[in-house]
């Protein structure tokens, strides 16, 4: 898989400063990637260089290889985290307004935006100030004007933010629509159970810098502990006098459990054998969560 869309040593600041230090990765084209990080970290700076609303000092963002220039950005869609909306306007005519601005036709951005307001239910509030919105309906609107020009990438900061869990489901299909033509999305979001189900893969920042990047198949294995799950016929509790097991947690016949490094996981199958059926004995992955705590408190 080639990336499409490349971050390339960017280092930014502001003032004394230092928020981004060789922030190096690449969005691959139809995959989802996730950005995540906490609070400070340096995802929205990152975006809004990838944007061109912030200059870098150093370091370069390519699209295809190319530098990206205005009109390759114009084929963007973004989604900032701060509403950028027009309180007074409808929603109709806000997202009609801003398909214009992107180069299309009145009658394309009108058609456009039905069809967006449809998919994202929210036809019956197109003639609603946004301001007379809910918080949510207005993050969606936001998404809908990301998505209203038929962007060739998506570039969205926290688009789930204020969304109770029907419409997450909702915006997560007119995503995972948009990857399936081939588009790009990078997003960020402080959910990460939600971006583990939906992302294909992860970039990790702490600190203004990249401390983890990969698919997120390749990240839970390189994180993964020797952890294991065992669910046996009778109790388990045995295995807290098994040399070289940690248990991590103990319910009747399931428990889960650290291995030493010296230590095999048959061993442990064949004393778990010896005493009787065993139902299930497997690896446990880990978490995004856990694999984040671990990462950026390396």
Same mark, same amino acid.
């Given at each position: 898989?080639? /990336?499409?869309?490349?971050?390339?040593?960017?280092?930014? !600041?502001?003032?004394?400063?230092?928020?981004?230090?060789?922030?190096?990765?690449?969005?691959?084209? &139809?995959? $989802?990637?996730?950005?995540?990080?906490?609070?400070?970290?340096?995802?929205?700076?990152?975006?809004?260089?990838?944007?061109?609303?912030?200059?870098? /000092?150093?370091? !370069?963002?390519? @699209? =295809?290889?190319?530098?990206?220039?205005?009109?390759?950005?114009? =084929?963007?869609?973004? $989604?900032?985290?701060?509403?950028?909306?027009?309180?007074?306007?409808?929603?109709? +005519?806000?997202?009609?307004?801003?398909?214009?601005?992107? &180069?299309?036709? =009145?009658?394309?951005?009108?058609?456009?935006?039905?069809?967006?307001?449809?998919?994202?239910?929210?036809?019956?509030? &197109?003639?609603?100030?946004?301001?007379?919105?809910?918080?949510?309906?207005?993050?969606?609107?936001?998404?809908?004007?990301?998505?209203?020009? /038929?962007?060739?990438?998506?570039?969205?900061?926290?688009?789930?933010?204020?969304?109770?869990?029907?419409?997450?489901?909702?915006?997560?299909?007119?995503?995972?629509?948009?990857?399936?033509?081939?588009?790009?999305?990078?997003?960020?979001?402080?959910?990460?159970?939600?971006?583990?189900?939906?992302?294909?893969?992860?970039?990790?920042?702490?600190?203004?810098?990249?401390?983890?990047?990969?698919?997120?198949?390749?990240?839970?294995?390189?994180?993964?502990?020797?952890?294991?799950?065992?669910?046996?016929?009778?109790?388990?509790? @045995?295995?807290?006098?098994?040399? &070289?097991?940690?248990?991590?947690?103990? +319910?009747?016949?399931?428990?889960?459990?650290?291995?030493?490094?010296?230590? !095999?996981?048959? /061993?442990?199958? =064949?004393?778990?054998?010896?005493?009787?059926?065993?139902?299930?004995?497997?690896?446990?992955?880990?978490?995004?969560?856990?694999?984040?705590?671990?990462?950026?408190?390396?």
């Amino acid at each position: 898989m080639t /990336d499409v869309l490349t971050v390339d040593a960017v280092s930014r !600041s502001f003032g004394d400063r230092q928020v981004l230090e060789d922030v190096t990765f690449g969005v691959t084209a &139809g995959r $989802m990637t996730g950005f995540v990080g906490a609070n400070g970290a340096g995802k929205t700076t990152t975006m809004r260089i990838i944007l061109g609303v912030l200059a870098a /000092d150093r370091g !370069s963002v390519s @699209w =295809r290889g190319v530098p990206l220039d205005r009109p390759t950005r114009q =084929r963007f869609g973004y $989604m900032p985290e701060e509403r950028g909306l027009y309180p007074k306007m409808t929603v109709t +005519d806000q997202i009609v307004y801003l398909g214009q601005l992107h &180069g299309l036709s =009145r009658a394309d951005a009108r058609r456009r935006t039905a069809a967006l307001l449809d998919r994202l239910q929210l036809t019956e509030r &197109g003639g609603d100030q946004v301001e007379k919105l809910s918080l949510g309906n207005q993050q969606r609107v936001q998404i809908a004007a990301a998505l209203v020009h /038929d962007p060739e990438v998506l570039v969205l900061d926290e688009p789930f933010s204020g969304l109770d869990p029907i419409a997450v489901e909702t915006v997560v299909g007119v995503l995972r629509e948009r990857a399936a033509t081939g588009a790009p999305v990078l997003f960020s979001s402080h959910q990460l159970e939600l971006v583990e189900r939906l992302c294909d893969d992860l970039v990790i920042i702490a600190d203004g810098t990249i401390r983890a990047a990969g698919s997120r198949a390749e990240l839970r294995s390189s994180y993964a502990l020797p952890r294991y799950a065992v669910e046996v016929a009778a109790d388990a509790g @045995w295995l807290r006098d098994q040399p &070289g097991v940690t248990l991590v947690s103990l +319910d009747g016949p399931r428990a889960v459990f650290d291995l030493a490094a010296d230590v !095999s996981d048959q /061993d442990v199958l =064949r004393a778990a054998l010896a005493r009787g059926a065993v139902t299930s004995f497997a690896p446990v992955r880990p978490s995004l969560a856990e694999i984040f705590r671990e990462v950026v408190s390396a």
